[in-house]
């Protein structure tokens, strides 16, 4: 199976909005995230890439079929969740181009989409004016009870694209795992990458 990524116009994220919520929802129940989603909630969050005026959507499409999707938003743009951290840290939220989700269904991996993905955010980053981009990703203990034993951690992908992680800077984020009731905050570390 292989796929095309391209970016979305406006017109096209709204009106692939159900597809991209489900898309979040199948592909992060896996780990490390084990997200037990819900369509309100996805409505709710996917509604921060409609409203925000820098918002980016790259989806990946086998035929007419949505796959996979990258998105981003200048930080300043996004959840405060997001962006707090930083100017306790006296960084300048409105520096940044953030990578939110970059997910894609498990039989187009391996095939470059993921690269494309970052090659699209990078450029909307320097069509914006940002010179940096920068991303979250979940910290998972390496004795979680689900962790897969054959799991190999996306740090090296992520460095072979020229992104480092950022000692220091870090955030949490709630959702609720498989199995939970509830949401419970998860501890997050920032990843960033200087265009310049």
Request: aromatic content about 14%; hydrophobic content about 35%.
């Amino acid at each position: 199976m292989a796929a095309k990524a391209r970016p979305l116009t406006r017109e096209e994220i709204g009106d692939r909005f159900e597809d991209m919520a489900r898309l979040r929802i199948t592909v992060f129940r896996a780990w490390p995230y084990l997200y037990d989603g819900d369509m309100d909630y996805e409505r709710r969050y996917l509604e921060t890439y409609l409203d925000a005026p820098g918002a980016f959507v790259c989806g990946a499409f086998d035929g007419a079929t949505l796959v996979g999707m990258a998105t981003a938003s200048p930080l300043s743009e996004h959840k405060e969740e997001f962006a707090g951290p930083f100017a306790k840290l006296g960084l300048d939220p409105d520096a940044f181009f953030y990578f939110g989700e970059s997910v894609l269904l498990p039989g187009y991996r391996g095939q470059g989409v993921g690269i494309r993905f970052f090659e699209e955010r990078e450029a909307e980053a320097r069509r914006q004016g940002f010179s940096k981009c920068i991303f979250s990703a979940v910290i998972r203990p390496a004795d979680h009870p689900m962790r897969p034993t054959d799991h190999v951690p996306l740090d090296g992908f992520w460095r072979n694209r020229g992104y480092e992680r950022v000692d220091g800077l870090s955030t949490s984020y709630g959702w609720k795992d498989l199995g939970e009731t509830v949401e419970t905050e998860k501890p997050m570390e920032y990843w960033m990458r200087d265009l310049r």
